[in-house]
């Protein structure tokens, strides 16, 4: 039961540009995670919000959440080739244990 | 730096053959997961475990068994493998908080079933 839904689906831009990506969720949350997956290869963790923070930064990235819309962004400034991948947003699943991951936006930056 | 490893990077199988995929962390995290991945479909959750020999479905569990032994192995049973079974398994960790934290992903094994 997939409960973020990334958006959008593909986006292309150009080395130097800014990238954003957006989540939507369904429920309440205590926190939102984000992850990047280059192609062929496991999850790796980028940042987590927490429910009480509107904003968050780390390098190059910034994610804000507002959850009286149950949405968040993650912009990712002045990208690079190398940031092509996939990007995940993920909430906690009813288990409380496990996460509910969105199908993800599939980033390409060219040169 | 916590490190998830997976028994192989790709398999082949053939159909009705009994597989196991193995995923060892070495962090002492509680909790591990399995998920498969496909396209269109995303991440989804087969099983997972928050403690030794404990064990929950998560939301696609039919066709799989899981087996946890030993808190830093987690293994994922095929018990008979079908060709709807082909896909991308990501083995994952994280810790017991007081909050749900970030998961700690294995490279991932692609397995093909003909």
């Known amino acids: 039961s997939q409960q973020g839904e990334e958006d959008p689906q593909a986006l292309s831009i150009q080395e130097g540009e800014n990238a954003t990506m957006n989540c939507s969720y369904k429920?309440?949350?205590?926190?939102l995670q984000w992850y990047r997956q280059n192609s062929g290869r496991g999850l790796v963790h980028l940042i987590l919000i927490r429910s009480n923070e509107r904003e968050k930064h780390s390098g190059r990235l910034r994610v804000t959440l507002d959850t009286s819309k149950k949405s968040s962004s993650l912009l990712i400034t002045a990208s690079r080739a190398a940031d092509t991948a996939s990007y995940f947003c993920a909430t906690v699943s009813n288990s409380g244990y496990a996460l509910n991951f969105g199908k993800g936006t599939s980033l390409l930056v060219t040169p | 730096d916590v490190k998830v490893t997976q028994s192989s990077r790709y398999l082949v199988k053939r159909t009705g053959e009994k597989v196991f995929l193995e995923c060892v962390q070495d962090m002492d995290h509680e909790n591990m997961f399995w998920y498969r991945q496909d396209p269109g479909l995303g991440l989804r959750l087969i099983y997972f475990s928050y403690d030794v020999k404990m064990k929950e479905k998560g939301d696609i569990p039919e066709g799989y068994s899981v087996s946890r032994e030993k808190k830093e192995r987690f293994s994922l049973i095929l018990e008979s493998a079908s060709t709807n079974q082909t896909s991308m398994y990501l083995c994952a960790s994280s810790l017991t908080t007081g909050e749900v934290r970030e998961q700690y992903f294995g490279p991932g094994t692609r397995l093909t079933v003909t």
């Open positions: 429920t309440s949350i205590n926190n």
